[in-house]
């Protein structure tokens, strides 16, 4: 590391053993030992970079080395999905085992009464969305006067939907003395002016900004918009598909088309923010074990699912950014695996493309399907990679269906 090393406390050093951790990831290294110091941050990372133990073992390290009266909230972290949420509390539960700090999480669409409490005392770390907690705030349920450490995660998905003046409603019940730490993978004016207000000299660490894993490979599959279910149909039966992400821009889009999947005969669940918690943990818990091997997304999964056996993400609709994209991308490639990256592209997204290849600095390659019978369109035209056309490729044998 490279400032003078701070040891972490033996219990944690032992969680990072019993994990399979050997060496730090770049953002670990660079951000845990000023956060250890106390200093307050701002983090940039691209996904899957291990930036969740990059906040979590300092905390758990503040809250084990300082004392602090038994039953009060120390640690509270705010992040923008459930999802996300559940992923970071489980972080928590893994690094903290040998430990007896205890975590919850605060969230939407599930019961009040065990997050009272948590909240009343029963946890050290609470990981919260926004809205629900600042709901018990108003009801007298949270106090957040001997908050310590406040972590601020994917800070620019908060602002994107509208989550801001609750966060800042939520950060004034906390007290001015504590440490704050905040990542986000971009930075629009409205955020800069926000971690100005609430952060105190921070050190600013940037990892791998606006750059996908190394290990994802990128093609685009130019093809008629009525064409799109067709050619995805046929991407999935002849690719070698371990586990397969499909990103649509809607949640309406997301129903028909995991029904277009199933009528297939293929295995696939949904996941968007109109279906319950409890319907989006079954979905994920499928994923996860490999029984269901197609989950179909709206951008609600781009940030926070963390499934490191992701072979392929399939853009159905390409993304409104290029940082949307980056983030959609950062599911797969994960924990130095190889992944695919593959992008339906019709006639419409010309300008879209352009977009994504500079944030990536080169063009995408262009992919088709023998044998496939394709309508009139051919929209890259117009982009560079045009020139780079891989008649054919695949990515492995026929996958089976199931």
Do not use: W
């Not at 959609?328 to 593959?342: F, M, N, S």
């Amino acid at each position: 590391m490279r400032r003078n090393r701070i040891m972490l406390d033996d219990r944690l050093r032992r969680a990072i053993r019993a994990a399979g951790y050997t060496e730090p990831t770049a953002i670990q290294e660079a951000a845990i030992p000023p956060a250890l110091e106390g200093r307050d941050l701002i983090g940039t990372a691209q996904t899957g970079t291990g930036k969740t133990a990059a906040f979590v073992l300092p905390i758990l390290q503040r809250l084990l080395t300082t004392p602090a009266t038994r039953g009060r909230l120390r640690a509270l972290i705010i992040t923008p999905t459930r999802e996300l949420a559940e992923q970071i509390h489980a972080a928590i539960g893994e690094l903290g085992r040998f430990t007896e700090l205890r975590s919850a999480t605060v969230y939407g669409g599930v019961g009040m009464s065990p997050q009272v409490d948590a909240l009343g005392g029963g946890a050290d770390i609470i990981v919260a969305c926004p809205g629900r907690l600042l709901d018990h705030v108003r009801r007298g349920n949270a106090d957040l006067s001997g908050v310590e450490a406040l972590v601020l995660d994917e800070a620019d998905r908060m602002l994107d939907m509208g989550f801001l003046p609750d966060v800042r409603r939520i950060v004034a019940q906390t007290p001015r003395e504590r440490q704050t730490m905040l990542f986000s993978a971009t930075f629009a004016p409205e955020l800069n002016r926000f971690a100005a207000e609430i952060l105190r000299d921070p050190e600013r660490i940037e990892i791998g900004l606006r750059a996908p894993a190394q290990t994802v490979a990128h093609s685009l599959c130019p093809v008629a918009p009525e064409q799109k279910t067709e050619l995805l149909l046929r991407l999935l039966d002849e690719t070698n598909t371990a586990s397969v992400l499909i990103f649509t821009r809607t949640k309406h889009r997301a129903n028909r088309l995991v029904k277009q999947i199933g009528r297939a005969g293929l295995n696939a669940a949904v996941l968007h923010s109109n279906k319950s918690q409890n319907q989006r943990q079954k979905a994920l818990d499928g994923f996860r074990s490999g029984q269901v091997q197609l989950l179909v997304a709206t951008d609600i999964a781009s940030r926070g699912l963390d499934v490191d056996t992701i072979s392929h993400v399939i853009n159905y609709d390409i993304p409104n950014t290029a940082d949307d994209y980056i983030h959609r991308i950062g599911r797969t490639g994960r924990a130095e695996r190889t992944g695919d990256a593959i992008t339906l592209v019709t006639s419409d997204d010309r300008a879209a493309v352009r977009d994504i290849e500079r944030a990536l600095g080169e063009p995408i390659s262009v992919r088709t399907v023998d044998g496939f019978e394709y309508g009139a369109a051919t929209p890259v035209a117009a982009t560079a990679s045009a020139q780079r056309r891989s008649t054919g490729r695949r990515s492995g044998g026929r996958r089976r269906r199931r």
